[in-house]
Structures are given as structure tokens and as C-alpha cells.
């Protein structure tokens, strides 16, 4: 827009242009002189090109409908929380990973590191109109400042479910199925489920008198896979615990094999203690229901190990690991927290539920090779090259919309086989070629992108006819055919 003020928004503080005249004079120097800043990103940052951000937004979309299938419903918190609320609830490098600063307000504020802490917070706040027990899941950007590694960012994606308010083991064998259904849903056929329960670590702990050191315990049983055993022990030693001690936890968390030769392993270790009684009674009770639940043996395990290192959880505790890449880490993990919101209100608020991290999975997908790299989230590419049916391809491009099947109509009519190339660039299951003679013949041509092989389709101006032909070939690509 053009007026006494020149073009709105370009050249706000200038003088105003003259009547009858329509240019405005840049102030900023020549392109070539001035100096550019550089596009960049920070450490442990990262954009997100639309093939990623198809492939993370496909995963959200299945986590949705698996976690909805439980009945959870969805919420969503700040990002930035105060800093009481988020400070002493993990564990102390999470404190020491927190991004935290003064606002404009004066008021000291950090940014969730996790949507656990959140959630528990979010629960003491609104829980009397929710109601118990409350299931919800949130699917939200988190921010932690670690060390990069291999599928491990400072910004990354949570994708949360939890049970809240309930010590109901139902609670407990739902979230091993949720975790195993959202897996499956998600393609993946090679994985598993190792479970502990955080009772059964403080019953050996309360044998060995060492009920007052639990916390150092599990954070440095929590590093075993990433420090060797002997580290570990060096750890615990340097925390005044004994060798003998130091030997019974690294002989709990090296326990293996078929679930009842473990269970029977950790009765000596445990067993003998209230709470590791309570911890191996859980864990058979779970395997059990998973069993009747038609979880495959040998998909959950149980692993003495896991000990998960953050501070709130109090029974169960679950990671999962693709069996073709166990090194990349737990995909999805969680457990049992049954006094965190105690620290937000007097109401008892105990809970349970698990994380996919979702970043770890893209990249653990993308290293197997099994990761969809499609720049495009529509099915079909309407080829439009005969500027004389521009008309004929809006209606077309309209009707298959309606009919639930996402197209993409070229910008500029040009040649077929330009046109064609960026289809197969972008990964479209099918382009719909329609010229002039064809418009004629009332034919169509729907090209197959991967094999290249084409159909003849006769709809003879017959738009439905058309459209019921092109939703047959795209099930049949779907459907491998």
C-alpha cells in the first residue's frame, strides 16, 4: 500500500513521499557492501528440514492415536516455569543442566527440562476440577543443557503419557502396553521392554544398611552401559561405600536371563525386605498381565540394572532399547512417582507414566535406513502444463481434497517432464497427468512415482469417476501393490 506514508511498514521514520510519486529510497547500504551475519545454529540446536519434520510429525500423529486408544487426553504447560518449581525435583545434573535466568519481571524462571515436573505442578493446580484418576499425555519442546551425542540434543521433543492419581498395578501393566502398542504402531517389530521396580533396589539397600545413601546409589548404578562396572564401584567407594556392598548392587544390576531366573536371583538379594518383597511380587504381576494382555515372551524383560537416575520415581521403572541399535539408548522411558506433586499440595497425587524420546528414535530410524524421506505431505502431484484447463485442474485438485487425499498442483504450467522430476525429488506416491489430448479422449494418465509404471484411467469428464480411480491406486501403493 502506497500513500503519504509510503509503503506501510517499509519505510516507518522517513520522510513522507510526495503526492503522485511511488518509490521509496532504501537508507540501508548496497547489498554488496554491507556485511552479512551467518545463518547458523547453536550447539545442540538444529532446524528442521521438511523431511525430518514429516517423519517427527508422522510418529506424533501414531503417539496420538495410540495414547487416545487408552483414553489419555492431551494438555499442554508453559515453557517457562519458576524456578522453585523445576529446581531439586530431577536430580542434580538436571539442576546443573536447567537454562535459567531473570525475567523482566525480576522473578528467577527456567525453561522445563523435562513434562514430568510440569505435569505435577499442572496437578496440584487444577486437580479438583480434573478429577482422579487423571490421564493425560503432551507432546512439547524441552530444553536441557548436556553434552550433544548421537541422537541427543539440548532442544528436543517429548512425547508424555501418565496416569495420575491411582496406585492401582492396572496403572502399571497399562503403561508397559501403551509403551509396547506405541512402539509396534510406530513399525518397529525388533525391540524390548526391560523393566525394574525401584523397591526392589531399595530393599537390597536397606539389607545392606544403606537405606540413607540411596539416592548417590542409584545415580551411579544409572551410569552402568555408559562406565564400566569397575567405575561404577570406583564411584560408590568414593561415596564410603564398602567393597562387599559395592559387590552385592553390581551383582543385582548384572542379573540376566528368562524372568523367573531372575526373580528367583533377586529373592536372596532383596526379597528379604518389605519393600524388595513388595518390588518382586510387582514386577511377576506385570509379566504376568503382559502375558494375558498377548505381549510375546521374551518383549519385556527384567533388568535389575535399570534404575532410571532421576529422583522421583518409587516403583516401576521401564526403558526400551531397538534390539539392532542398543547402544543409541532407551527410545522410551519412565516409571512410577508416587510423592512428586507432594511437593505442590497436600493431596496425595501418586503417578505413573513413560516418555518416547522422540528425536532418538528419528535418528536411531535414519541409521537403520528405515526412516520415509518424503518432502512433500501430499499423496498426489497434478502435473499442470496446458494453461487452457487451468479451470479443469483447480476442480479436479478440489474434488480430491474433499475425498480425504492430499494433492499438490503445480505452480506454473511447464514441461511434463520438469514437472515429473520435482514429483520424484519430493516423493509423491502418485502425479496425475492430464494434457490437452487427454482432456479430449477423457482419459488421465496416474503415474506411479517409485516404479514409474502408469495407469490409463477413463473418467470422461466424470470428476467422482476420476477421483474413486486415483484413491484405488493410491491404496494400492500403500498397500505395497
Known amino acids: 500500500m502506497v500513500g503519504a506514508g509510503g509503503v506501510r511498514g517499509y519505510n516507518r521514520g522517513l520522510p513522507p ?20 551475519i551467518e545463518p547458523r545454529t547453536l550447539k545442540g540446536f538444529r532446524d528442521h528440514l521438511p523431511p525430518q519434520a514429516l517423519a517427527r510429525e508422522g510418529i506424533l500423529d501414531i503417539a496420538r492415536r495410540v495414547y487416545r486408544s487408552y483414553g489419555f487426553v492431551p494438555i ?8 522453585e518449581i523445576l529446581t531439586g525435583k530431577g536430580s542434580e545434573e538436571t539442576d546443573k543442566q536447567l537454562y535459567r535466568f531473570t525475567d523482566h519481571g525480576g522473578r528467577e524462571v527456567g525453561m522445563r527440562f523435562d513434562l514430568t515436573i510440569p505435569l505435577a505442578r499442572f496437578a496440584a493446580q487444577h486437580i479438583g476440577t480434573l478429577g482422579v484418576p487423571f490421564k493425560r499425555y503432551h507432546m512439547a519442546t524441552v530444553w536441557r543443557g548436556e553434552n550433544t551425542q548421537r541422537g541427543r540434543y539440548r532442544e528436543f521433543m517429548q512425547c508424555d503419557f501418565d496416569t495420575i492419581g491411582t496406585t492401582s498395578a492396572l496403572a502399571d501393566l497399562e503403561t508397559v502396553l501403551v509403551v509396547h502398542d506405541l512402539l509396534l504402531a510406530i513399525g518397529l517389530r525388533s525391540f ?18 544403606l537405606a540413607d545413601r540411596s539416592t548417590v546409589v542409584l545415580r551411579a548404578l544409572d551410569k552402568l552401559g555408559k562406565v564400566s562396572p569397575e567405575g561404577v564401584a570406583a564411584e560408590l567407594a568414593g561415596h564410603g561405600i564398602d567393597a562387599g556392598a559395592s559387590a552385592d548392587l553390581l551383582q543385582l544390576a548384572s542379573l540376566s536371563g528368562s524372568a523367573d531366573a531372575v526373580l528367583a536371583a533377586l529373592e536372596p538379594l532383596a526379597g528379604g525386605t518389605a519393600p524388595g518383597r513388595a518390588g518382586i511380587d510387582a514386577l511377576r504381576a506385570l509379566l504376568d498381565g503382559a502375558a ?11 533388568d535389575p540394572s535399570i534404575a532410571r537416575g532421576l529422583d522421583y520415581y518409587t516403583g516401576l521403572v521401564l526403558e526400551s532399547f531397538l534390539d539392532e541399535l542398543p547402544a543409541l539408548g532407551s527410545i522410551c522411558s519412565g516409571g512410577r512417582y508416587d510423592n512428586l506433586a507432594g511437593l505442590y499440595t497436600k493431596q496425595h497425587l501418586p503417578g505413573i507414566g513413560a516418555s ?34 487451468r479451470g479443469d485442474y483447480l476442480r479436479i485438485a478440489a474434488a480430491l481434497r474433499r475425498a480425504g487425499i492430499a494433492v499438490e498442483m503445480a505452480a506454473e504450467p ?13 516423493g509423491f ?15 488421465a494418465q496416474c503415474k506411479r512415482m ?10 470422461h469428464g466424470d470428476v467422482p469417476v476420476l477421483v474413486a480411480a486415483v484413491a484405488a491406486e493410491l491404496a494400492a501403493v500403500r498397500a505395497g501393490g
Not at 521509496?24 to 552479512?36: G, K, N
Not at 494375558?292 to 527384567?302: L, N, S
Not at 511447464?414 to 519430493?426: D, E, I, M, P, T
Open 17 to 36: 513521499l510526495l503526492p503522485g510519486t511511488c518509490s521509496v529510497t532504501d537508507p540501508r547500504p548496497p547489498i554488496e557492501s554491507r556485511t552479512l
Open 429 to 443: 506416491p502418485l502425479a496425475l497427468v492430464i494434457g490437452s489430448d487427454e482432456f479430449t479422449a477423457g482419459t
Open 76 to 83: 499442554d504447560t508453559p515453557a517457562l516455569e519458576y524456578l
Open 450 to 459: 517409485q516404479s514409474q509404471q502408469s495407469t490409463v484411467i477413463d473418467w
Open 292 to 302: 494375558q494382555a498377548g505381549v510375546p515372551a521374551g518383549r519385556i524383560v527384567i
Open 192 to 209: 524390548t521392554i526391560r523393566v525394574n521396580d525401584r523397591r526392589v533396589l531399595s530393599g537390597i539397600l536397606e539389607r545392606l544398611g
Open 356 to 389: 518416547l524420546g522422540i528425536d532418538r528414535l528419528l535418528a536411531g530410524l535414519e541409521e537403520l535406513g528405515r526412516l520415509e524421506t518424503r518432502e512433500t505431505a501430499a499423496d498426489v502431484f497434478l502435473v499442470y502444463f496446458d494453461e487452457a484447463h
Open 414 to 426: 511447464k514441461r511434463v517432464g520438469q514437472q515429473l522430476k520435482v514429483a520424484s525429488k519430493k
